[in-house]
């Protein structure tokens, strides 16, 4: 259950959400959603930074925002972190 409070005026509203247990996933296809989430999650800071900073890659590049070494930097932000978190949930 995540709970989230707001305070206007002395005023408390507090918000409760509860995540059903009927819908229940395989945890293999978790494990790959969380992976593909912080790759696209990378993917998108790197192309706004890109388009912030106006710095255009030199080498290979896709739809000319980012590059093959933004995108295997990527995947391996994607493993390690994916990996991380699924020894830390082992751990609990």
């Given at each position: 259950m995540i709970t989230f409070g707001i305070s206007f005026n002395k005023c408390v509203y507090t918000v409760k959400y509860s995540f059903s247990s009927?819908?229940?996933m395989n945890?293999?296809?978790k494990i790959i959603?969380?992976?593909l989430s912080?790759?696209?999650i990378y993917t998108i800071v790197?192309?706004?930074l890109r388009m912030i900073t106006h710095h255009?890659?030199?080498e290979d590049e896709y739809?000319?925002?980012i590059s093959n070494k933004d995108l295997y930097l990527?995947?391996?932000l994607a493993i390690v972190l994916t990996f991380t978190h699924v020894q830390k949930k082992r751990l609990k």
């Open positions: 009927s819908f229940s945890p293999k296809l959603l969380y992976g912080v790759f696209v790197a192309i706004a255009v890659p030199t739809f000319g925002l990527g995947l391996l």
